[in-house]
């Protein structure tokens, strides 16, 4: 019988699977709008007030690169737009279009749906827990991210 440790055993691979399965459904629900996971990452973040790419970036914790593809993708599809700041002409703000601006409560309406299916039969303080020790382990091997605030 071996000492050696199986597939099973590990929190990495059920966290995986657990990761994988809530980002497939949240994704197919999505799609429905033509929107991505990661789409919609960068329109709630700016919904919330998040408003440049660099902080969109550093806030979803992503490459500023990224979020200037995804605000691409989004532009194409006019949920997003890019404006010159009137304050410094070096900033540009993202702004929701009117389509986007509409969009972001049913797409996070769709987010609250997925958390619920997954996350619905943990009680508020087991939820709470759950929040607490991934907040943890997360932040042992990235720096702690602003919460939605802007």
Do not use: C
């Not at 197919?28 to 996971?37: F, I, R, S």
């Not at 972001?104 to 759950?130: C, K, M, W």
């Amino acid at each position: 019988m071996s000492e050696t440790s199986g597939l099973h055993d590990h929190l990495g691979y059920w966290l995986r699977r657990l990761s994988d399965e809530v980002h497939s459904r949240f994704e197919a629900e999505l799609g429905k709008h033509d929107v991505t996971v990661s789409q919609w990452g960068v329109m709630i973040s700016v919904f919330h007030g998040h408003d440049t790419t660099k902080a969109v970036a550093a806030h979803m914790d992503i490459d500023p690169g990224a979020v200037s593809r995804l605000v691409d993708r989004l532009a194409a599809k006019s949920l997003m737009r890019r404006e010159p700041d009137a304050a410094s002409r070096r900033t540009v703000r993202l702004v929701l279009t009117r389509e986007g601006r509409a969009l972001v409560p049913v797409l996070a309406e769709i987010a609250d749906r997925n958390d619920a299916h997954y996350f619905g039969s943990l009680d508020t303080d087991q939820r709470r827990q759950l929040e607490e020790w991934i907040l943890r382990l997360v932040g042992e091997t990235h720096p702690p991210a602003a919460h939605d605030t802007p």
